[in-house]
């Protein structure tokens, strides 16, 4: 299944939550912490702006990015979870 976001919205794949913290804990799924970071793999068109143009987006497919602990929508397709949130949601591009 192919997911095509609409308007300035922006799909990430989290990355994995960290199962073993730096002085060597295995930590439980319970434990474990939202990812904050993620790749994204689609883009929008780009908002609409009131002049009736598109606004070109700042982020493209491939990109690593950071995005807020409570940011975006979760779902899953064919067992994958994704996160699906507005461009203004995703916080900087790390390089």
């Keep these: 299944?192919?997911?095509?976001?609409?308007?300035?919205?922006?799909?990430?794949?989290?990355?994995?939550?960290?199962?073993?913290?730096?002085g060597g804990i295995i930590l439980p799924d319970t434990a474990k912490e939202k990812p904050l970071m993620g790749k994204v793999t689609a883009v929008g068109e780009g908002k609409?702006?009131?002049?009736?143009?598109?606004?070109?987006m700042s982020v493209k497919v491939g990109d690593l990015v950071a995005f807020g602990r409570f940011a975006g929508?979760?779902?899953?397709?064919?067992?994958?979870?994704?996160?699906?949130?507005?461009?203004?949601?995703?916080l900087g591009v790390i390089e």
């Design 48 to 56: 609409m702006l009131k002049n009736g143009e598109t606004a070109e």
């Design 73 to 90: 929508t979760d779902f899953k397709v064919d067992g994958k979870e994704y996160k699906i949130m507005h461009e203004s949601d995703i």
């Design 1 to 22: 299944m192919k997911i095509k976001p609409l308007s300035d919205r922006v799909v990430i794949e989290p990355s994995e939550a960290e199962e073993v913290t730096q």
